[in-house]
């Protein structure tokens, strides 16, 4: 894991904007009758406004620039032009290069007023997210980031995806080392200053075993259920832990 200079996290500062940016224009468009597609569109457009480069499209054959994931589906979801419908729930990962330096984060959000207990996932994904970030401290451990999300999680009755997992993020956008939703407080990866993680939890309402499309992208729950993805890019500093990706 590289420990990142003052002039890398300014880099890792920018691109992180960049992506908050993006989260804040799907958000703007965000309502039924919506396509996928459309709000690729939009989140294209603040990627060549800022002139940054998407670090989705093109990534292992990946055909947009955000991933689009409605209702069961976990994660990795294609951008269609099936119009979203009220009471959806959908969660948007994005990604943008500045400089050479990546930023990478995802949100969950309703298209118009969806059901309490759909709230409910999304509500406590995120609440998740924040309690692993908490952990990251210099000495932490991974194991400590993965127990706060998993515990959050469990503790509403909810599960975690196990095969996807967060990581480590810089001049790649995915590097060692793995980041689990999942694991036991002063165990694994020991932190440092300096390091960047892309912290992810992805939690089902039902079980967490989860299953892939044809088309060889599309994760979604194997029983159906709800999913919910939240995202930050977040540096480790002495003051605390800092997200990158958000305005």
């Not at 309703?110 to 207990?117: I, L, R, S």
Request: aromatic share 6%; proline share 4%; hydrophobic share 40%.
């Amino acid at each position: 894991m590289t420990v990142r200079t003052s002039d890398e996290l300014k880099k890792l500062r920018r691109a992180g904007r960049v992506v908050a940016e993006m989260h804040a224009a799907i958000r703007s468009a965000l309502r039924p009758g919506v396509t996928g597609l459309e709000l690729d569109r939009i989140a294209a457009e603040v990627i060549e406004r800022r002139g940054a480069t998407s670090n989705f499209l093109g990534y292992m054959g990946y055909p947009n620039t955000i991933q689009v994931s409605p209702n069961d589906v976990v994660v990795h979801g294609i951008p269609s032009a099936v119009p979203l419908e009220e009471g959806d729930i959908v969660s948007f990962d994005c990604g943008a290069i500045v400089d050479g330096y990546h930023g990478d984060a995802a949100f969950s959000a309703a298209v118009g007023t969806v059901a309490p207990a759909a709230q409910r996932l999304m509500d406590t994904t995120l609440a998740a997210l924040n309690a692993g970030i908490a952990t990251l401290a210099p000495g932490s451990r991974l194991g400590d980031l993965g127990h706060a999300v998993e515990s959050t999680a469990t503790a509403a009755g909810y599960s975690v995806v196990r095969g996807y997992v967060g990581h480590g993020i810089g001049t790649a956008m995915h590097e060692q080392p793995d980041v689990p939703n999942y694991g036991r407080r002063g165990k694994g990866y020991r932190v440092s200053g300096g390091e960047v993680f892309a912290v992810e939890p992805m939690v089902c309402a039902g079980n967490a075993r989860v299953t892939v499309d044809a088309d060889g992208w599309t994760v979604r729950t194997r029983d159906g259920s709800l999913a919910a993805h939240w995202e930050h890019t977040v540096a480790v500093t002495d003051d605390g832990p800092e997200i990158l990706t958000r305005l």
